[in-house]
């Protein structure tokens, strides 16, 4: 049984900083897709930061490039979202999510993936 488990959201204000964790059991995320997600009120769930099942670099959402960091441990199963500069528009509940089967032109769609963290709210002020 794959569970993910994210920490490390909370309030900040605009300009801020916070950094996401999510941590894997339950098996390797050895070549597996992997990314963050998130959900604002009322609007649908959204790719943030992806990276494909053969590692390399992560794919970043415009709305974000520049200010979040995507990484992850592969010995610690665990993977990062470093974001800085946090604006109020970045306000959501940010989820992780691994699967070893989403090819490369999928890794963006929230669909794609069938393993979930719980979420961690992220709320930033104006």
């Known amino acids: 049984q794959v569970q993910l488990v994210e920490s490390g959201g909370g309030s900040v204000q605009t300009g801020g900083s916070l950094t996401l964790e999510c941590a894997v059991s339950?098996?390797?995320?050895?070549?597996?897709?992997m990314g963050w997600f998130r959900q604002a009120p009322g609007r649908e769930r959204e790719f943030v930061a992806v990276i494909g099942r053969s590692g390399g670099r992560p794919y970043y959402a415009e709305s974000v490039k520049g200010r979040f960091t995507f990484s992850r441990d592969i010995a610690k199963n665990t993977m990062y979202l470093q974001m800085s500069s946090l604006k109020p528009e970045d306000t959501a509940v940010y989820y992780c999510?691994?699967?070893?089967?989403?090819?490369?032109?999928?890794?963006?769609?929230?669909?794609?993936?069938?393993?979930w963290g719980q979420g961690t709210q992220v709320t930033v002020s104006s």
């Open positions: 999510a691994v699967d070893p089967n989403v090819i490369t032109s999928q890794i963006s769609f929230p669909g794609s993936y069938d393993h």
């Open positions: 339950g098996r390797s995320f050895r070549q597996h897709a």
